[in-house]
T-cell receptor
């Protein structure tokens, strides 16, 4: 079973911030939170990951709660091209480890 | 860096034939590759994990004799769907993790996927 839960769908107006939540209440101290997105009929694309501190890159920001049981992916200025399914995944900090994908959040950016 | 390709991008075959899908890491050494299957409007389901030079580890419920995986080099893994049937029609996606000149990529980088249609 996936170790994360996400809302099945969300809408966001173009140009506004999209805030996508993820619950990972059983996360272990040695597990990262990773975010990927999948645009229709393509392979998943890496977005960002974090352990316990907030992270930001050119694509998004990741806010992880202090207890690490949930996180939020923020797309600061959503565009139509950000319409995709967003997956939140937890994985170990060391070694190569398999991903278990949950159902993800289908984000629709509206013009 | 960290680019993964798949070939073919789509394939149509007759029931009973075998189909081979290639997954290549173009600019890094993929010590581990993963194969996923995705049905329409569903999430990715992990089929198997393969380490270079070793036998693949299959997830529960995945038939190893039907889905043959070979990972003979650090840049290439293949998935062969043997005696394909219409129910095997799906989107097959590979991913890879490994290292590039001393940088370790523990995260997975995904290929663009291969759409298999079995008639």
């Amino acid at each position: 079973d996936a170790k994360t839960t996400q809302p099945p769908s969300m809408d966001c107006a173009e140009g506004r911030a999209a805030n996508l939540p993820c619950n990972h209440s059983t996360i272990s101290g040695n597990e990262y939170v990773y975010w990927y997105r999948q645009i229709h009929s393509q392979g998943p694309q890496y977005i960002i990951h974090g352990l316990k501190n907030n992270e930001t890159n050119e694509m998004a920001s990741l806010i992880i709660t202090e207890d690490r049981k949930s996180s939020t992916l923020i797309l600061p200025h959503a565009t139509l091209r950000d319409t995709a399914v967003y997956y939140c995944i937890v994985r170990r900090t060391s070694g190569t480890y398999k991903y278990i994908f949950g159902t993800g959040t289908r984000l629709k950016v509206l013009a | 860096g960290a680019v993964v390709s798949q070939h073919p991008s789509w394939v149509i075959c007759k029931s009973g034939t075998s189909v081979k899908i290639e997954c290549r890491s173009l600019d890094f050494q993929a010590t581990t590759m993963f194969w996923y299957r995705q049905f329409p409007k569903q999430s990715l389901m992990l089929m198997a994990t393969s380490n270079e030079g070793s036998k693949a580890t299959y997830e529960q419920g995945v038939e190893k004799d039907k889905f043959l995986i070979n990972h003979a080099s650090l840049t290439l893994s293949t998935l062969t769907v043997t005696s394909a049937h219409p129910e095997d029609s799906s989107f097959y996606i590979c991913s890879a993790s490994g290292s590039l000149t001393g940088t370790s990529y523990n995260e997975q980088f995904f290929g663009p996927g291969t759409r298999l249609t079995v008639l």
